[in-house]
């Protein structure tokens, strides 16, 4: 009895024995099993937590992901908002043919989900499987450039029946200055800067893209250098003020004067325009001050007190240097009161009618030519005028000593004078001697007077020749 109990509990234990080596067998079959399943799945799918381009690609196989991010792309909407709305305007990837390019920018490189699943550690994928997630990067999101413009152009953003181009800040002149005129920034569409937007909401799954920060931005702007400086160049020349006086009269030019006078203001070029200043000063400091052929009250010691006008002596404003002045006064921002520059001066501005008080005086009806200084006559003639029956009678006025030329030949009638002065360059008139002639006054000029010249004596042309300058004023009239 004793020996079948041992035999009994050493079967017990045998078999228990073998139950366990049994139970311990089943479990590494079972592990084995679990590791080399695993181990062979992950050898053609991706770890759980893997990604691309934002989507989930775990268990999935390369040909699977690739179907999965296919999916993607052709289910992808880009919609314009305008402030944070939603409008009618969108662009699907089906539009610009969008597609996932696995196989790197030349398109030759190797397929980069193969490569992250040949990157996988298998061999210990039960360790990785439930590590951090990974995202499979350098794909890329493929479209056609010119299917993305042509749909671009197409969008009721871009309509320009509904949007407001931008306006550039100006400058204007109003109510005697000028004022800076800011931008309008609009609600025109830069179409460049949409498309690169929209390309790169595609790139990165963006789904929306704002097109007010992609108005089109005027391009100067009231802060602008170019129309700060225009505005300042303006300020300067309007600040000018230019008082042109001759002691009679005075004419100022200052605000709105001047603001006709400056151009480049549209292109932001700012100056003093030189050609509208020549007009100003011809068509409004010319009549001012330019005193020729003005009538005269005049008292001569030979022939008394008479009016006369006419003749080319008189204040001549030289127009080209006066131009010349005021657009480098103006251009500097000054303020200056001065005379006007002159081609010729009279020697006094109203002493004897302005023509001071040595001068010739021609008399034409006592056919007499006196030489006045300083208010005496220091020499007195007999002369002989143009004949007034044959149309030549000689011109009066005001006139002046042009220059003196001593032994000319007048070829038009071919004669020779000793001593030439010209008084008027217009009609070729002057005061010569007349060497041909053997009388000279009376009513000798009615029947043979000359051609308009003064003609005298050798004697009395050539004291004034030798005693009277260039400039003299020559006054010829009837008494």
């Known amino acids: 009895m004793k020996i079948r109990r041992v035999a009994q509990r050493h079967n017990i234990m045998e078999t228990k024995k073998k139950v366990k080596i049994g139970v311990l067998v089943g479990i590494i079959v079972v592990v084995l099993g679990i590791y080399f399943g695993g181990f062979a799945f992950y050898s053609s799918h991706f770890y759980p937590g893997t990604t691309a381009c934002g989507l989930t690609i775990e268990n999935q196989t390369v040909e699977q992901a690739q179907e999965s991010l296919a999916e993607l792309a052709d289910s992808y909407v880009v919609t ?21 390019n696995y196989n790197g920018a030349d398109g030759k490189s190797a397929n980069v989900l193969q490569t992250a699943l040949d990157s996988q550690n298998t061999a210990l994928w039960f360790v990785e499987a439930f590590s951090d997630n990974t995202e499979v990067e350098d794909i890329q999101l493929t479209y056609s450039k010119n299917k993305l413009k042509k749909s671009v152009e197409s969008l009721a953003c871009m309509d320009e029946n509904n949007t407001t ?38 790139v990165s799954s963006n789904s929306e893209v704002e097109i007010t920060n992609l108005y089109a931005n005027p391009e100067i702007t009231a802060d602008s250098e170019e129309i700060t400086t225009a505005k300042a160049e303006l300020d300067k020349i309007m600040g000018s003020s230019i008082t042109v006086d001759d002691g009679t009269n005075s004419v100022t030019i200052s605000g709105k004067k001047i603001h006709k ?106 056919q007499m030519v006196y030489a006045v200084k300083k208010g005496e006559v220091v020499y007195s003639s007999d002369v002989v005028t143009g004949n007034p029956n044959t149309g030549h009678g000689t011109p009066t006025g005001v006139y002046r000593i042009e220059y003196h030329s001593a032994n000319w030949y007048m070829k038009k009638y071919k004669v020779f004078t000793y001593y030439w002065m010209p008084i008027d360059l217009n009609t070729g008139v002057g005061l010569h001697d007349a060497t041909w002639r053997s009388s000279f006054g009376g009513s000798y000029y009615l029947g043979s007077g000359s051609h308009g010249c003064v003609n005298m004596p050798y004697n009395t042309a050539k004291y004034i020749f030798n005693n009277f300058a260039d400039g003299t004023p020559v006054i010829v009239h009837y008494n």
């Open 165 to 202: 181009p931008p306006e550039n800040a100006y400058i204007q002149y109003k109510d005697g200055t000028y004022e800076i005129v800011p931008e309008v920034i609009g609600t025109e569409v830069d179409e460049k800067e949409l498309m690169n937007a929209i390309a790169e909401a595609i």
């Open 261 to 366: 006078l400056i151009t480049g203001v549209k292109h932001l070029k700012v100056r003093v325009d030189e050609d509208a200043v020549y007009q100003y000063v011809t068509d409004k400091l010319k009549p001012v001050f330019n005193t020729v052929g003005i009538e005269r009250t005049v008292k001569s010691p030979g022939s008394g007190k008479f009016t006369i006008s006419g003749g080319t002596f008189g204040n001549i404003i030289d127009r080209d240097l006066e131009t010349e002045q005021l657009v480098k006064e103006l251009s500097a921002g000054e303020t200056v009161e001065r005379e006007p520059n002159y081609y010729y001066k009279e020697s006094t501005k109203k002493k004897n009618g302005g023509i001071g008080r040595t001068y010739i005086d021609v008399n034409i009806a006592d």
């Open 80 to 100: 314009i908002t305008k402030d944070g709305t939603a409008t009618q305007d969108t662009i699907s990837a089906g539009d610009i043919d969008a597609e996932y």
